[in-house]
């Protein structure tokens, strides 16, 4: 029988299992994960998972990929194709391969994009004062997308009511950075070279060498470019003097990541915050003004796809290769990935945002779409 590697913070740290817990506790290191809230040195499951990457050897570099592209980003949020990037990384799996293109962080497909693109048009129709009769009738020319377009630029003017030089500029803050995560989200077949062309937001090669391609090199993560861009300081240096709780407002309009599940929930409610402004009685921002029930989860139906794929992990783990089909066969590379897998997302179910749509860890606003 041999003997145990040695667990040691050298080791640990040399291995590929050390690499793919970003954005839980594991991530601050063999020091400081228990200040996080989990101590990895005392971890038994993870101690194992590095003693199965340390029996095969030299690991498969196509293993090594699915590491450092998938599991490591698993998104925090879900992401709005729940279950898709979960069964995409089984897939990679059985397959021994990763895909083109990952799902997740930063990613979003066309019809996405354009439904926001319509969201963004309400918004600078009433930045620009224009006539609600005309803004629905050029709403009228185009393709509905399913939605009573007119009720919802009613509903966003009304949303954000009397104007104020504070409303202003807080909505010309919001409309860039939805009109930048429209132009640097990617898909298959859009590369950054599909949307707002006419707009420049700031370099949309993204920052890779500080924050990495969140799974899709050469994409740069984008999310702090855009506020770099002077015109941007400018407007945050404004709303951090004149409106109260600016730095808050402006912590919320930076984090409308279109790929999260509840992206558009998320801009109706800041719609609300900013038509709040200067209010003595706020609203709460519960008002459903974008009719956007459909573009995120019914989250009873994830919390089972969820138990139902976690079960198939474990039976499959234990042996079943029915359990999970889409694993394939168990071999030893293909174990200590699964496990690897079923370990981050137990991390992520106790201290990140997918855990409220997954486990149920606390109520929110239900979307419509089903999952399964």
């Known amino acids: 029988m041999s003997a145990e590697p040695e667990w040691t913070k050298e080791a640990y740290k040399a291995s590929v299992t050390s690499r793919c817990w970003a954005a839980t506790p594991y991530d601050a290191g063999w020091d400081g994960s228990e200040a996080h809230g989990e101590d990895l040195r005392s971890s038994a499951e993870l101690r194992s998972i590095f003693c199965e990457e340390m029996a095969l ?13 998938m599991i490591a980003g698993i998104p925090t949020c879900g992401h709005y194709t729940f279950p898709r990037p979960l069964v995409q990384i089984c897939q990679a799996i059985r ?3 990763c895909p083109d293109l990952v799902f997740g962080c930063y990613t979003a497909d066309p019809g996405r994009k354009t439904l926001m693109s319509y969201y963004v048009y309400c918004l600078d129709t009433w930045r620009k004062s224009a006539p609600l009769d005309v803004a629905a009738a050029e709403l009228a020319m185009r393709d509905d ?5 007119p009720r919802i630029v009613a509903a966003v003017y009304d949303a954000l009511g009397a104007r104020s030089e504070a409303k202003e ?18 898909w298959t077949d859009d590369r950054r070279e599909r949307f707002m062309l ?15 391609c969140y799974g899709n090199p050469p994409y740069g993560d984008p999310y702090f470019v855009e506020k770099a861009l002077p015109e941007m300081q400018e407007l945050d240096a404004w709303i ?4 109260p709780g600016g730095e808050k407002l402006l912590e919320l309009i930076e984090s409308t990541w279109l790929c999260a599940p509840k992206a558009f929930r998320y801009v109706e409610r800041i719609i609300q915050a900013i038509g709040d402004l200067g209010s003595m009685q706020a609203t709460g921002g519960d008002a459903s003004i974008l009719q956007c029930e459909d573009t995120y989860p019914d989250f009873a139906s994830c919390q089972r796809w969820y138990a139902s794929f976690k079960a198939g992990l474990t039976g499959w783990l ?18 200590w990935l699964v496990r690897m897998l079923r370990h981050k997302l137990e991390l992520h179910e106790k201290y ?19 999952v399964g």
């Open 145 to 149: 997308l399913g939605k009573d377009w």
């Open 352 to 370: 990140n945002q997918i855990g409220n749509m997954i486990v149920a860890r606390r109520p929110g606003r239900s979307g419509s779409r089903p």
């Open 57 to 69: 050897g030299a690991v498969p570099a196509w293993a090594v990929e699915i590491v450092d592209r």
């Open 198 to 212: 006419d707009v420049y937001a700031g370099d949309v090669g993204g920052d890779a060498a500080r924050f990495g």
């Open 95 to 97: 397959d021994e391969k």
């Open 169 to 186: 500029v807080a909505v010309s803050r919001l409309i860039h950075r939805l009109r930048w995560w429209i132009k640097t989200l990617i």
């Open 240 to 243: 951090r003097q004149h409106v």
């Open 318 to 335: 234990e042996g079943d290769r029915d359990a999970m089909k889409d694993l394939g066969d168990v071999t030893p590379a293909k174990h």
